[in-house]
């Protein structure tokens, strides 16, 4: 299983600002995935992080508000822009397990206030 | 539109019964099974899985059985002890989605002791 390590692992930012979570593996691995949780709500996938090439984003979900870097095989950014409240939420780095199961950082608690 | 449900939002157990958690999905293209553990705090681990090809699959004190006619899983956990006390995912994926993932809103399972 792979080691992904979440930075930060919470803060609390004022709304118009924005944001930018790291997330790092210790292996390299071929594609990343990028999910909300919003509070009382499920896991929400927002984009998938492509090695060299744009990020692939879900419905409802756009670069502007949510750009996502991927220098690396190893490493991947998701800046959440602009900031309202609506954006509180646990952030989370995933990346897929050789049986399709999928691990997890310990996810980014933002608070928008 | 949920494609999958977990329409319990909690389920308290004594330790050493056993503790089920069900799940439904609408998308038959689905085709891979998952069930996830998450503490607070934490990002979510995984727990168990199934291809769609199996009607059961077991690790130790876990069970995962799945009805592709219902459209339905479930997970026994067998005995049940205060540690697994924790909110449970469901999620499921399908072949060429790249491992992402759909989750369900999860069950909050509280084990008493």
């Known amino acids: 299983s792979a080691v992904i390590s979440q930075k930060p692992s919470r803060d609390i930012c004022q709304r118009g600002t924005s944001l930018t979570i790291q997330c790092q593996v210790d292996?390299?691995?071929?594609?990343m995935f990028w999910y909300r949780q919003q509070p009382g709500q499920s896991l929400t996938l927002i984009a998938t992080?492509?090695?060299?090439?744009?990020?692939?984003?879900e419905s409802g979900f756009v670069i502007d508000k949510f750009p996502i870097s991927r220098p690396n095989l190893t490493f991947s950014t998701l800046t959440v822009s602009n900031m309202s409240p609506e954006d509180s939420s646990i952030y989370l780095c995933?990346?897929?397990?050789?049986?399709?199961?999928?691990?997890f950082g310990q996810g980014t608690r933002l608070t928008v206030v | 539109d949920q494609q999958v449900k977990q329409n319990s939002p909690s389920l308290s157990v004594q330790e050493g019964r056993i503790s089920i958690l069900n799940c439904d999905y609408t998308?038959?293209?689905?085709?891979?099974f998952l069930w996830y553990k998450k503490y607070p705090a934490e990002g979510p681990t995984f727990l168990i899985s199934?291809?769609?090809?199996?009607d059961k699959n077991e690790d130790g004190r876990f069970t995962v059985f799945l009805n592709k006619s219902a459209k339905h899983l479930s997970l026994h956990i067998v005995p049940s002890q205060p540690g697994d006390s924790a909110v449970y995912f469901c999620?499921?994926?399908?072949?060429?989605?790249?491992?992402?993932?759909?989750f369900g809103s999860g069950t909050q399972l509280t084990v008493l002791p």
């Open positions: 995933s990346v897929g397990g050789q049986r399709t199961e999928a691990f």
């Open positions: 292996s390299q691995v071929t594609m």
């Open positions: 992080a492509n090695q060299g090439s744009e990020a692939t984003y």
């Open positions: 998308n038959s293209m689905f085709d891979y």
């Open positions: 199934i291809s769609s090809i199996k």
């Open positions: 999620a499921a994926s399908r072949t060429g989605s790249a491992r992402q993932l759909t």
